[in-house]
């Protein structure tokens, strides 16, 4: 009876660590999205002043996160893709309200443009 080596062959070998590294890569090139779309051409329809918390919800649903700034209440629309091999894109959406529920500030920032 012919007992077999324990050790792998050279071919078996090959084939293992060829399926590891493909499966490294595949894992590798992936991408990731954190956050949630939102319309960025309503962005310009924000008034100061103006354009209440409520219309806010309306425009772009609800926020990704909320919070507070300098005592005011915050909601923030982001979203943000990164790829190991591709084109990171990102945008968000900081809205700030006053004690009324009406916008007192935003910013607005995006890395899609033609600059």
Not at 44 to 64: C, V
Not at 65 to 74: H, K, L, N, S
Not at 96 to 102: C, E, G, L, Q, Y
């Amino acid at each position: 009876m012919k007992l077999r080596s324990p050790h792998l062959s050279a071919s078996n070998h090959h084939r293992i660590l060829s399926g590891l590294f493909a499966i490294i890569f595949l894992l590798l090139s992936g991408c990731a999205t954190v956050g949630k779309d939102f319309p960025v051409t309503d962005v310009t329809d924000i008034k100061i002043g103006i354009t209440t918390q409520k219309e806010i919800r309306t425009m772009f649903g609800s926020p990704w996160r909320t919070g507070i700034e300098d005592g005011q209440r915050t909601w923030t629309y982001g979203n943000y893709n990164y790829g190991l091999f591709s084109a990171k894109k990102a945008k968000d959406l900081v809205i700030r309200f006053d004690d009324k529920n009406v916008v007192v500030s935003y910013t607005f920032s995006t890395t899609e443009h033609n600059e």
